[in-house]
């Protein structure tokens, strides 16, 4: 039976992998340096796994974190944990401690598998010193650390049991079992455990790969993290669908990325603009042969038409498509198709896909024209479960019809394609990152010179937008711009340290004290980032 024509809602993710290992046993499902995993080998590794998480006492439905760059055995872990019954927690490779001790915790997370140094920083020790009452065990995916339980010693415990008992806990999982807990943040700046279920991240996915062209032999270079929507489910599962091969890579590195294409003859490439960018502008590039690239999937920033053409002409993609999505859809909202022209795909971030609404709503929750500005709310089963534990926030973004609301402003065409114009919210789009002020604003309020902050997204031409962030000193206190941004580096993570910082004597506020973001806008406009 076809992708197209298997009812994914009701499939589950250990059942998608028997499928693959059935359908494509030979085929190369990930490599990693001299490691090669065919899908058959994948399933063998997996339900390895599996046995070690039961034997570690994880049940259905139980949460297990992981905060670990891209890495193949990243794959496995969260395909052996989800065959378990439990529930994929990602954590930002990015965080500093207290920001993934606070996923672990909301989450209730039992496990983490981590790794020891990367980044400069042992994140299994920075961890072990957190108090998180519930988190039983860290284990090292990679690295070393008193704190941790390499993987190889963990994998031995699950021969106590059987790979009958894997086989029958995998079955057990249903399409309505949830999968995953994506932490998302908003306008209070409190992260969010989005919760989403097995049948509608597959049937999302299937149909995203379809419609992009991703095929089985495919060769995917994923770029993007895997504790994002892009690099997990438009990654690594979506190759799991629909046969492609997955090539983890770690930190971008253009020079590296280049020399990967070249080398393991890579197909498919997805990623923010501000990659496509960076490669473009290396310094010779030409040096490199990148003719095997035949297919592009960007959004999560704005793509001018040059960069499109450039991508075909220069870097020899054959499509270069767009869509948009967050986190409460299962990462995918709307979709433009290989045959759309460069000026609609730059121009546009594509129709809703199949089976699904978009709507564009006024203030009162009234559908605008067409070519009018209005709030993206969508329905359909890629909306997610809710919010864990948060029925208010819940209520919030889901209405009680069903919609959920996006928070993004967008303008419709005729088609029925939207172009993403602004964020009710604030947020901005970091080099592919979501940004959320109030969280940064938040994390500002920490220094112990700050009285009040205000942060908003100023455009960036390699990044897309960076942050900018107005100060107030404490009384006393004496504030200087880089101080503020050396402070920052050490206290958040990366993508959300604001670029600029102006230190000011009052933030422009409006009769009830709120910041006047816009006056704050009109404030720099011209004068930085354009």
Not at 89 to 109: G, I, M, P
Not at 224 to 239: E, I, Q, T, V
Not at 336 to 348: F, M, Q, V
């Amino acid at each position: 039976m076809t992708n197209a024509n298997l009812d994914w809602a009701e499939m589950t993710i250990p059942a998608t992998l028997a499928r693959s290992a059935a359908t494509w046993p030979d085929v190369s499902a990930i490599e990693e340096g001299d490691l090669k995993l065919s899908f058959a080998g994948l399933a063998a590794a997996v339900e390895e796994a599996a046995r070690a998480f039961m034997a570690a006492g994880i049940q259905r439905g139980d949460r297990i974190g992981i905060w670990a760059p891209n890495s193949a055995r990243w794959i496995v872990a969260a395909l052996g944990l989800q065959s378990a019954g439990a529930v994929l927690v990602t954590l930002n490779t990015r965080f500093k401690a207290a920001e993934a001790a606070y996923v672990l915790e909301k989450s209730e997370a039992r496990l983490l598998c981590s790794v020891g140094d990367f980044l400069g920083m042992n994140y299994a020790d920075v961890i072990a010193a957190q108090k998180l009452p519930a988190l039983e065990g860290i284990l090292l995916l990679e690295g070393s650390s008193a704190n941790g339980t390499p993987w190889e010693t963990f994998l031995a415990r699950g021969a106590a049991v059987t790979p009958a008992a894997a086989k029958a806990r995998a079955a057990e999982v249903t399409p309505d079992d949830l999968c995953d807990f994506l932490f998302t943040s908003g306008t209070t700046g409190n992260p969010k455990a989005v919760m989403s279920a097995h049948g509608q991240n597959l049937k999302v996915f299937e149909v995203w790969g379809r419609t992009v062209g991703l095929r089985a032999g495919d060769r995917y270079l994923i770029i993007n993290p895997f504790f994002h929507s892009f690099g997990y489910k438009g990654g690594w599962l979506a190759c799991l669908i629909h046969g492609a091969t997955a090539l983890p890579h770690g930190v971008f590195d253009v020079a590296d990325v280049l020399g990967r294409i070249q080398r393991e003859k890579i197909t498919v490439m997805p990623g923010p603009p501000a990659i496509y960018q960076s490669m473009l502008a290396f310094e010779g590039r030409e040096k490199f042969d990148t003719s095997s690239l035949r297919l592009a999937v960007t959004g999560a920033a704005p793509t001018p038409v040059e960069l499109v053409h450039r991508m075909r002409s220069e870097l020899g993609f054959e499509s270069v498509i767009k869509a948009y999505g967050l986190t409460e859809s299962c990462g995918t909202v709307s979709i433009c198709l290989p045959t759309d022209s460069p000026e609609t795909i730059a121009n546009s971030d594509g129709a809703a896909i199949p089976d699904t609404e978009v709507k564009l709503v006024d203030a009162e929750g009234k559908e605008v024209p067409r070519g009018t500005p209005g709030e993206v709310w969508v329905r359909g089963y890629n909306v997610m479960r809710g919010y864990f534990k948060d029925e208010a926030e819940t209520k919030k973004a889901i209405d009680a019809d069903g919609w959920l609301h996006t928070g993004d402003i967008a303008v419709m065409d005729e088609r029925g394609y939207i172009k993403i114009t602004d964020r009710i919210k604030d947020l901005y789009i970091m080099g592919g990152f979501n940004v959320y002020p109030a969280e940064v604003e938040n994390l500002l309020f920490q220094h112990p010179g700050i009285a009040a902050s205000a942060v908003i997204g100023v455009p960036d031409e390699r990044m897309g937008e960076v942050g900018m962030a107005f100060v107030v000193p404490r009384p006393g206190a004496k504030l200087d711009s880089a101080e503020v941004i050396a402070w920052s580096r050490a206290n958040m993570a990366n993508y959300k340290v604001p670029r600029f910082v102006e230190v000011v004597d009052e933030l422009p506020r409006n009769a009830s004290g709120k910041v006047l973001k816009y006056e704050l806008r009109d404030r720099v406009k011209g004068k930085i980032g354009g």
